[in-house]
């Protein structure tokens, strides 16, 4: 049983670049989300999806795109990087009327030159 | 912005001591959670307290929570070198299901 899965896991741009980094899951969970991890200020959410179908604002959305593609898989497209970008990424599932725990996965280190 | 926010920002100790931590929060929440992460690591969930309760325990953990005061707190008690990581409070609140994670505190446990 993998979890969350995310690709990449190491991610070199320069600024001005495209990426998408890939998050899949494989326990039917209804709702997924983005984090980013900065040193000194914790976990910040930048998009949620809290259905298949469905995306929403987290606290720091700007600069980010989001696409629920089915209900395994969710992305996070940075269409053109910036230096303040450089962060750890973070993808969580979590089964929507249970626990709400969170299942995250082990995080995608994007540096942007 | 941050909901909770986690004290101390470190703390040190020697093994087989008990570890506290505290999370303050500022508004009404479901429930409060609490994550661990290993350096390079994701979070992993450790207990979760609902509004209505005031004290859960699992293995070494104690959490309580006084939503009076908009405060909790982790124990870990009888700590081992492997507790060494960095521990995270999360809020709920709302129907939204979305988690707001304070900055952590990192503790290290000396052996």
């Known amino acids: 049983n993998a979890g969350v899965t995310q690709t990449p896991k190491f991610q070199v741009l320069k600024t001005g670049q495209s990426m998408t980094l890939q998050c899949a899951q494989d326990?039917?969970?209804?709702?997924m989300y983005w984090y980013r991890q900065d040193p000194g200020m914790g976990l910040r959410l930048i998009y949620y999806?809290?259905?298949?179908?469905?995306?929403d604002k987290g606290e720091v959305p700007n600069g980010y795109n989001v696409s629920r593609l089915n209900k395994r898989e969710f992305s996070l497209r940075l269409e053109s990087a910036a230096p303040s970008q450089t962060s750890v990424y973070f993808c969580?599932?979590?089964?929507?009327?249970?626990?709400?725990?969170?299942?995250f996965g082990e995080g995608s280190r994007l540096t942007v030159l | 912005s941050q909901q909770g926010e986690e004290d101390p920002q470190a703390l040190s100790i020697q093994e087989g001591e008990n570890a506290t931590m505290n999370c303050s929060y500022k508004?009404?929440?479901?429930?409060l959670q609490w994550y661990r992460q290993n350096s390079g690591r994701g979070l992993v969930h450790l207990i979760l307290?609902?509004?209505?309760?005031r004290e859960k325990h699992s293995g070494r953990l104690r959490v309580t929570l006084d939503t009076s005061k908009k405060s909790s707190s982790l124990l870990i008690t009888a700590s081992r070198a492997a507790d060494t990581a960095s521990y995270f409070c999360?809020?709920?609140?709302?129907?939204?299901?979305?988690?707001?994670f304070g900055k952590g505190t990192l503790l290290t446990v000396n052996p």
């Open positions: 969580a599932s979590s089964d929507r009327g249970s626990t709400g725990e969170l299942f």
């Open positions: 326990m039917n969970h209804n709702s």
């Open positions: 999806s809290a259905s298949e179908g469905t995306t």
């Open positions: 508004t009404s929440i479901n429930n």
């Open positions: 307290i609902r509004s209505n309760e």
């Open positions: 999360a809020t709920e609140g709302g129907s939204n299901y979305k988690l707001t």
